[in-house]
């Protein structure tokens, strides 16, 4: 009888945990998107799940992006946009989203190419990503940069005229997909 008790205490306390934490979830529902539970980091402490698009303009030029200083990393390099899969987000819509984001354009023809385990290390911490591959048509004439406080420049080019330096995942992408680009 008294183990009986105990189950019914831990069940009703974790009745409690769930609804506290579904009311603080209808308060900053911005917060759910920003962190995962219990304040872990994506990429660094739980596996991070990412979209990259490979924009094109159906006519052999491919929008390429510079990141500006205020960047998360990497700063001054090129690389094809990319970005987090946010909670519940269907991940064409994490395409559609990003493009829309960083290129202030409508992406179509949508195309899933494959997907990269990412190890790398952010500030000496290593981090994991799970990243999805895409490419998808732009229209050239509307392009324009998003998100100017990351994104120095973009550009459009062709593959064999991508500017140095480059992003220490753009290689890899390159060399994976390249025959379907």
């Known amino acids: 009888m008294e183990v009986l008790w105990e189950v019914l205490i831990a069940l009703a306390l974790l009745g ?3 609804v506290v934490w ?3 979830q209808q308060i900053f529902p911005e917060e759910r998107n920003r962190k995962i539970k219990f304040g872990m980091k994506r990429g660094l ?3 991070g799940v990412a979209i990259t698009c490979f924009c094109h303009d159906g006519a ?3 929008l390429i992006a510079k990141r500006s200083q205020a960047a998360r990393d990497e700063q001054g390099t ?3 946009l990319g970005g987090s899969v946010e909670f519940g987000e269907d991940i064409l819509d994490t395409v559609r989203r990003e ?4 290129y202030s354009v409508l992406v179509s023809d949508i195309e899933y190419l494959g997907y990269r385990d990412v190890h790398r290390t952010l500030n000496g911490a290593p981090t994991h990503w799970l990243v999805l591959a895409f490419k998808g048509t732009g229209d050239r004439d509307l392009v324009r940069i998003g998100e100017p ?5 973009i550009r459009w080019v062709a593959l064999n005229e991508i500017p140095q330096p480059l992003h220490s995942q753009f290689p890899f992408y390159l060399d994976k997909y ?3 680009l």
Do not use: A
Not at 99 to 102: R, S, T
């Open 45 to 47: 402490d739980s596996i």
């Open 78 to 80: 090129w690389h094809p």
């Open 16 to 18: 409690v945990v769930w």
């Open 60 to 62: 052999g030029g491919y």
């Open 149 to 153: 406080d990351r994104t120095d420049e």
């Open 99 to 102: 493009v829309q984001e960083e």
């Open 22 to 24: 579904s009311f603080l």
């Open 178 to 180: 390249k025959g379907r």
